[in-house]
């Protein structure tokens, strides 16, 4: 089985294909933005049957995408992320229309499945996590968020409340993308155990 993930704007996308034999053949190339193999290395212009594949978005696939990629034995598009999430992406989706939004076991005929890897919760955990071993910048925030509710003139709110957006700004602005992961992994093992199950 292959899959594909996506990591784009805080969301993740994962394609799954399923091929019988497991030789190379030649690479897919597609439309799909980030579209490739994850593998080690092999011939130049070949991929692995049962391989992992990965791309961005593949609302915006064409024609000729779905073509090739039903064509290689294409079999799941797993998406971390929720469905309310995925359909914001633009795009014709045409891929989803071969691939139908699922709930239980994969259809033989191929499937999308929502398997949500990241969300507000666990970003917003990470971050109070990290400001808990900052006790000045968790002191800053909390008195400017009192300000901007409790403060008797409305400059003075609003005055804290830019302030208080700054800060956060400042917060946000050092958090990795490694940082991400980790909480991923520190928080989602069911999901990701779920999300390569249906993938296995």
Known sequence: NSFSMRFEA????????TATAVQAFPSLTTSIPNFREVRVSLPARQMRACSLLRSSTPANASESDVRKLRAAGLRTVL???DEDEA??????????AHFP???GPCA?????RNVNLLDETLVRHGIYRRLLKQPRSLAKLAALKSESKLALGRDQRERAARQLETATAQILSGVKLEDVY????????PVIREALELCA
């Not at 359909?87 to 989803?96: H, I, Q, T």
Request: with cysteine; glycine share 14%; charged share 20%.
């Open 101 to 103: 939004l699922s709930c």
């Open 108 to 112: 033989s005929g191929g499937a999308t």
């Open 79 to 81: 998406d971390l992320r």
């Open 10 to 17: 805080g969301s993740t996308l994962v394609l799954a294909l």
């Open 182 to 189: 980790f909480w991923v992994l520190q928080r989602r093992g």
């Open 87 to 96: 359909a914001l992406d633009p795009g014709r989706r045409l891929l989803l």
